[in-house]
């Protein structure tokens, strides 16, 4: 399975909304830079969060680890016995 087009399109315009337009919508005020840059700081964090959860399961490092008896009894069920 290869990664999609359509998460990938999705999950950047909304992150790029959060970090990049809202900034620009923040009312004056005295902490107004300060909301920007938060605003700003959690788009492109939870961003590449997403992205790295979303590229790690392209070609997971860990499989299940199933016990011998498992291993058998899945073997005989699907017609290919393992002879031990």
Not at 15 to 33: D, E, S, T, Y
Not at 58 to 79: F, H, S, T
Request: glycine share 12%; net charge positive; proline share 8%.
């Amino acid at each position: 399975m290869g990664a999609a087009a359509l998460p990938f399109i999705i999950f950047t315009v909304l992150w790029g909304g959060i970090g990049g337009v809202l900034p620009l919508i923040v009312p004056k005020g005295p902490n107004r830079g300060i909301i920007q840059v938060i605003l700003m700081l959690t788009g492109a964090c939870c961003w590449l969060f997403w992205l790295c959860c979303y590229v790690a399961q392209m070609n997971p490092l860990i499989g299940p680890k199933l016990e011998k008896n498992a291993v058998l009894i899945i073997a005989r069920q699907w017609g290919d016995p393992i002879r031990t």
